[in-house]
């Protein structure tokens, strides 16, 4: 616990130098842009500017990138509220009431309590983060290659279980990642493989961010084109100091639903699967379960904006747990996050704790400084952030492609990247017209390499013997549990069958029952 | 086309995809087990490439029984207005990624941002001459200045010697980008004063 003490202290130092504090702040306020710009989240701001990152040293990068995310899942209520269209799929939640409260006239009120939500979504959450996170990074150093396979498979196998889409086209977007991550030169014996038309750019691979940037960049761009069509509605927002006082004070109201609400969404956004989005829906759920005014929720209670956007701060940090312990992302975020770590050159996994402290403990005391600078940053700003909004698509989209384009190019300073990138975002935005969900790909494109190596190390050492992963208990544990997430679906069907047919023979006695 | 058209489409794709990457991982690899070197190359994308064929077939297989709401849906894939948005747009950035192979990033950007600025959003001159002159300024200095990341420039490099010429021998860059948006900004005022509200 002292040494936690220590280390977190230092870590704090370290957000308050200059440049790492000058990240945070630029971090917090691009992020509540782009996470207040309907359509664009966390994942396309991060995808959007990792390229940009290469400017700063990786501790001040990867803290910038956190406080975008910080910032993204605040910003993403001020929209949800402002015209009832949510910023992000993590703040839809928010809409239920939001939307209501402004319609009520009552916008402030509810910017206000999103913000002061998200803020104690914000500091259990990382108050979770660091206790859980050494513990578990030292347990996790035990893991050979066995053990990160296993653990890889029980990661996609969330997305089988609780991704709630298409399962056939879960697996397919998980194995096109997959794939995709192997072009390029065998890791193992150096061959070339996946040469597509003897193209020599797919020689160094397909970059991680030629898919992300694809798929959430340009197109996220099309998809919201297409839905929103440029038009959206704003309400007026009025702001006074009294008001806000009074806003403050009735945080009374709602800080138990939100407490709950917040250790909820950590523990949800640790599973790769399952993320913001879901928690913030249960979340939601469960503040009207317990409200002793359940009735009031979808007509503008204000616990109603306040569990949800709790929740979905709680679960971004969440989310980094995974990624900073075990190297397996718990968001498409953290993939994205998880892949410029390799780029930066640092090795994420349980060895980053020892290796590089100074990394680990900036971050993590960059989240308890982003938590408070997003939420002044918020609340200073609600004005300018909602005329902002106003914004015609036909302004904000171009600035984006142009970003998507320069983007793709830096990492490899190729044009075929650039290509590759167009084709997979048209790809993307059709597939996911077709309910295709795209994540799962891009998180398997950023796990691909370890992935393989992982499983030939493991078959290697025991001469092809697949029964290796389960006769070592951590890994058989991971698989078992992993298979019964791939079973959870079947189950499910299985038993709505029966309770069809127990319905049916119910509703008509005396037929062949 | 309706949405069950498109998926049966999607499904037949993304089957002919799987096949291909199953013979691109077979082309001079070994997909099963090397004696002394464990799995071969082509091992783990080609089993891979198979569980994708496989999931392929089942979405096809549920599309013949109806299993799923994308094969019942007689609602239409893409509404004619949709086709017109994402299809400008789309056309317009293979358009612009032509444009850099052909006048460079810079230059290209442009002619993209004119035609989304001008033709797609009909924007005043004010706004369209500080963002279709503002935002290459921007990317300039920050990938060619601030990141030493070239950006190809094809048969317009030359035009840039002066510039690299300043950026290289001067201390003092900034100003001129500086510089570079307050003329822009002039600019856009002194538009927006003799042609008020000319098309809006």
């Not at chain 1, 059709?430 to 499983?455: C, F, Q, T």
């Not at chain 2, 924007?123 to 990341?149: D, K, R």
Request: aromatic share 12%.
């Amino acid at each position: 616990m002292e040494t936690i003490l220590i280390s977190l202290a230092g870590g704090l130092l370290q957000a308050f130098e200059p440049l790492n504090l000058m990240m945070i702040v630029l971090g917090c306020t691009v992020g509540l842009f782009v996470g207040a710009m309907p359509g664009l989240g966390s994942v396309n701001g991060v995808a959007i500017l990792l390229p940009i990152t290469f400017l700063v040293p990786p501790t001040a990068a990867i803290i910038f990138l956190a406080a975008v995310y910080y910032g993204a899942m605040y910003g993403g209520a001020i929209s949800s509220i402002t015209l009832g269209i949510p910023g992000a799929s993590t703040a839809v939640a928010t809409v239920f009431d939001g939307r209501p409260l402004a319609m009520a006239g009552k916008a402030d009120q509810a910017l206000t309590a999103a913000a002061i939500a998200s803020f104690i979504g914000g500091t259990i959450s990382v108050v979770l983060f660091t206790l859980f996170a050494p513990p578990l990074a030292d347990f996790a150093l035990k893991f050979g290659p066995p053990e990160e396979f296993a653990l890889m498979v029980l990661a996609f196998a969330t997305f089988i279980g609780l991704g709630g889409d298409d399962i056939p086209k879960t697996i397919f977007s998980i194995l096109i990642g997959l794939v995709l991550a192997a072009v390029g030169l065998d890791i193992i014996s150096g061959k070339p493989r996946l040469i597509f038309f003897d193209a020599s750019g797919f020689l160094h691979g397909v970059n991680f961010l030629v898919l992300a940037i694809g798929i959430y960049g340009i197109g996220e761009m099309l998809w919201t084109l297409e839905t929103t069509g440029g038009k959206v509605i704003v309400h007026k927002v009025k702001m006074s100091v009294a008001g806000f006082m009074a806003n403050i004070r009735s945080v009374r109201t709602y800080i138990k639903s939100t407490s709950l609400g917040s250790v909820l969404g950590y523990f949800v956004g640790t599973l790769p699967a399952a993320g913001a989005t879901p928690a913030s829906l249960m979340s939601y759920g469960l503040a009207k379960t317990f409200s002793r005014d359940p009735d009031s929720f979808g007509k503008g209670n204000i616990a109603g904006v306040a569990a949800p956007e709790a929740a979905n701060n709680a679960a971004s940090t969440g989310s980094m747990l995974p990624m900073i312990t075990l190297g397996i992302p718990g968001s498409p975020t953290t993939a994205i996050l998880l892949g410029g770590m390799i780029i930066w050159g640092l090795r994420p996994g349980p060895l980053l704790f020892t290796e590089r402290p100074d990394f680990v403990w900036g971050l993590i005391g960059s989240l308890y400084v982003a938590n408070l600078f997003t939420v002044l940053i918020n609340l200073a700003f609600i004005p300018v952030f909602v005329r902002v909004l106003t914004l015609p698509f036909t302004v904000l989209a171009p600035v984006i492609f142009v970003l998507c384009i320069v983007g793709g190019y830096a990492p490899t300073q190729t044009m075929h990247d650039v290509w590759l990138m167009l084709l997979f975002g048209v790809m993307g935005y059709l597939m996911r017209k077709l309910n295709y969900p795209v994540a799962p790909a891009v998180l398997a494109i950023v796990l691909g390499p370890l992935a393989e190596r992982s499983l030939r190390q493991s078959l290697l050492s025991s001469q092809g013997d697949v029964l290796i992963f389960v006769e070592r208990p951590i890994s058989a544990t991971c698989i078992a549990l992993a298979a019964a997430l791939m079973l959870y679906p079947l189950f499910l069907a299985w038993r709505r069958r029966r309770e069809a047919a127990a319905g049916d023979s119910g509703s008509h006695p005396g037929a062949s029952g | 086309m309706t949405v069950r058209q498109a998926d049966f489409l999607m499904a037949i794709a993304t089957i002919l995809m799987s096949l291909g990457l199953m013979w691109s991982s077979t082309d001079g690899l070994a997909i099963g087990w090397v004696s002394g070197k464990g799995p071969g190359s082509g091992f783990w994308p080609f089993w891979l490439a198979v569980g994708m064929l496989l999931c392929s077939l089942a979405t096809l297989v549920r599309w013949f029984l109806r299993h799923t709401p994308e094969s019942r849906s007689t609602e239409i894939y893409m509404s004619r207005s949709a086709v017109v948005v994402v299809g400008t747009s789309v056309g317009a950035l293979i358009a612009l990624l032509v444009g850099i192979h052909i006048v460079g990033t810079y230059f290209a950007l442009l002619a993209f941002l004119l035609f989304y600025l001008k033709v797609i959003g009909r924007h005043e001159w004010p706004l369209t001459v500080m963002l279709v002159g503002g935002i290459p300024v921007f990317i300039f200095s920050l990938f060619e200045w601030a990141l030493q990341i070239p950006l190809p420039k094809a048969l317009t490099e030359e035009w840039f010697y002066p510039v690299f010429d300043i950026m290289y021998e001067t201390d003092y860059f900034w100003m001129y980008i500086l510089g570079s948006f307050l003329f822009l900004g002039a600019v856009s005022l002194a538009l927006h004063k003799f042609l008020p509200g000319q098309d809006r």
